[in-house]
Each structure stands twice: as C-alpha cells, then as structure tokens.
C-alpha cells in the first residue's frame, strides 16, 4: 500500500535517497522508514487527489 505525505510545517524532510520531499506532498510506500516519520511528527498526511473539474452548466438551464 502507499501513503501520500507531506512535511510538515516548517519542516524539510529527506526520502531514504537523500532526496528532498516535496512541500506540497508525495505518494510514497507505507514502510516503516515514512511511518516512523509520521510518528516523529516530521511528516504528515495530505490529499493528493486531484480537485474534480466542474462541468460548465449548459445554457438552457435554470436553477431554482
């Protein structure tokens, strides 16, 4: 399974690479090495879903 994390605030946190995790959050695996973060409070969980794009109403329509 994979989790989506990011640092938390005012922290920069290093994947196991040595990489920088992105501010705005990553989808990473659910091992021990990102749980013990999250546990520490250096990581936290985010929402990495992508905002559902609104259909333009057509322009026959009425609302009520």
């Not at 659910?30 to 013990?36: E, F, T």
């Not at 409070?41 to 259909?55: I, Q, V």
């Amino acid at each position: 399974p994979t989790i989506a994390l990011k640092p938390a605030e005012g922290r920069r946190v290093r994947h196991r690479d040595g990489r920088i995790f992105a501010m705005g959050g990553e989808t990473v695996p659910g091992s021990s090495y990102y749980l013990r973060l999250l546990d520490a409070g250096d990581l936290e969980p985010c929402d990495l879903r992508k905002p559902r794009s609104r259909k333009p109403a057509s322009k026959g329509s009425t609302s009520a």
